[in-house]
């Protein structure tokens, strides 16, 4: 089958392209190892310097629901989401939980807590 310049152009690109993913994954795949996942302890419910904070990532039913704005079926849903999709690594993602919207968030933005930086990392992978 005889190649039109066209046809050898477009056939230069793909094989250029190939070989450029090739050289992409074999350098990744070599220079990336597992790397270990750091141990994680979840912090006390309310914070230890007695702010009166809750920490979401700890907090039950009756720490949640004291919150303003946060019935028993938003705390169950947050504590489903928690279960579901691991800890929450900052205050602001109690939006991904159902039932909670910007206007809630706002109202309880000041009496939360992730449990500090040091606790602020995806441990689910």
């Known amino acids: 089958m005889k190649l039109t310049g066209g046809g050898r152009r477009a056939l ?9 993913m090739l050289l992409c994954f074999a ?4 220079a990336m190892e597992d790397i270990p996942k750091l141990p ?4 006390a419910a309310v914070s230890p310097e007695g702010e009166g904070l809750v920490d979401i990532n700890r907090a039950g039913m009756e720490e949640l629901t004291a ?17 579901a999709n691991g800890p ?3 205050p602001e993602d109690l939006i991904r939980v159902r039932g909670i919207g910007e206007g809630v968030l706002e109202d309880i933005l000041g009496r939360i807590t992730t449990g500090g930086e040091e606790n602020a990392q995806n441990i689910g992978g």
Not at 27 to 30: E, M, Q
Not at 67 to 83: F, S, T, V
């Open 12 to 20: 230069a690109v793909a094989m250029a392209a190939g070989a450029a």
């Open 40 to 43: 994680w302890e979840p912090p």
């Open 88 to 90: 929450y690594r900052c």
């Open 67 to 83: 919150l303003p704005g946060i019935g028993e079926a938003r705390a169950r849903a947050i504590l489903d989401d928690r279960e």
């Open 27 to 30: 350098g990744r795949s070599a």
